[in-house]
């Protein structure tokens, strides 16, 4: 089992491609006279760590400390680049600073947490000779500081064939671990690595073998192998999980963990960055393995590129551990609130985003899963807090609810989507919000900001609101009026 103070002490240097995701959260309620497509009204820029970057701020949320080299543009971008990751303890930058070439970015409209649009900017031609040298001499410098070396091919220009054989020469020198993402359907080019992680496309791209299915993933993993001369193989293999390939031993299928796929973004740097930080704090290849799909199941429920915390993957662990008595484990989620206020500052003292949303859910039904599940990718840990039955019944009239409170706390806690319910006995939840002061407040889009209850508290506290736009037709009440019909 991993100890936290042992990751603490781990250190990884990433090597390859850095970017500059750029999101333009907007709203969208018009078409363009000027032609058939959406007008966003852009209200939120939030620029996040891409690429190299976000597996170095991966492996600093999980607790280990990070170091990214590469090549950035002197340019407002790579300034912006470099502010972001000033942000995140635990990481620092050795970059490699031109006017040659741009800092890559990827611009993306969202509006409901969809994505409108993705813009480009880039040069993704190989390093030039003076530029290539720069980073080579990094390289000399840093490479016998770390415990575990990345590299992370975006196919943007940074790993050409001379800092590749490098990186992994210098690290093979001193016995350090290689953890290899692959862009190129030449794996010849990662040749001496510990393990490269390519997912299905690239694997069936190197080897010709599709890996749909346990036995080709072997198949496709042992060519591999051959071509890159690497020690193991990890073909990711998304919802199918992931298959570990190693010379001379049985294939390990690993089977998906995740219960809700909201955004694959990023999903291959957290199963990455897991890796690496496994590897680094002694872990055998095929436990590290198993982290980082534990890993890669809790980072694709989330929305964006986002990241896991060694506290989730602990936390995830256990649940696995629990499976044996699923009941216990749902009521362990309901709780009253001097328990919850204990539960909630403990996820937010692990840095991790706790959302709050609330309602009567009186019959579940589609409008509440989908505002549950829309509700829990936009934090780390989901409350809801649920109107007890005098509540309702003051809200809703004497013939509610249909199910008791206790039912409907089952119910709802039994969603893969919620991580903890409370019952309040008030019409409203403002002082469980003020209590709770959670950092995300989520409700239907049929309230405005400003209609909304607590969220006046939430953004006081720096906090945010987000609005789903509810599933049309669909409510507690109209159900109950068509069964009463149907009698």
Known sequence: MLEIEQIKQVRV?????????????????????EGPVPVARVTRTENIAGGVANVARNIAALGAQATVTGVIGKDTTGHDLEVTLARDDGVQTRFVVTEQRPTTEKIRYVSQGQQLLRADREDAALLPDALEQQLLEVLEKEVALYDVVVLSDYAKGVLTKKVLGKAIALAREKGIPVVVD??????????????????????????????SNDEQAQAAGLKALQISQASALLVTRAEQGMSLVRAGLPAVHIRATAHEVFDVV?????????????????LPLEEAAKMANMAAGIV??????ATVSMFELLEAIKRQERKHDPQNSIRNKIGPLPELLQLCRQWQQQGLKVGFTNGCFDLLHVGHVSLLTFARAQCDRLIVGLNSDDSVRRLKGPSRPVNSEGDRAYVLAALQSVDAVVVFGEDTPESLI?????????????????????????????????????????????MIEKARQSC
């Open 13 to 33: 240097l990433c090597i390859g491609d850095v970017m500059l995701d750029r999101y333009l959260h907007s709203n969208v309620s018009r078409i363009s006279p």
């Open 182 to 211: 692959p862009k190129s359907s030449d794996l010849s080019r990662y040749a001496g690595a510990t393990v490269i992680t390519p997912n299905t496309k690239e694997t069936m791209e190197a080897t010709g073998i599709d890996p």
């Open 266 to 282: 990023g999903a291959g740097d957290t199963v990455v960055a897991t890796l690496a930080v496994c590897l680094g704090s002694g």
């Open 300 to 305: 694709v429920e989330k929305a964006g590129t």
């Open 434 to 478: 003020e209590a709770l002061t959670p950092n995300v407040l989520i409700k239907g889009a049929d309230y405005t900001v400003d209609q909304i209850v607590g969220a006046k508290h939430v953004l006081a506290h720096g906090g945010e609101v987000r609005t789903f736009e509810l599933v049309p037709g669909r409510s507690s009440t109209k």
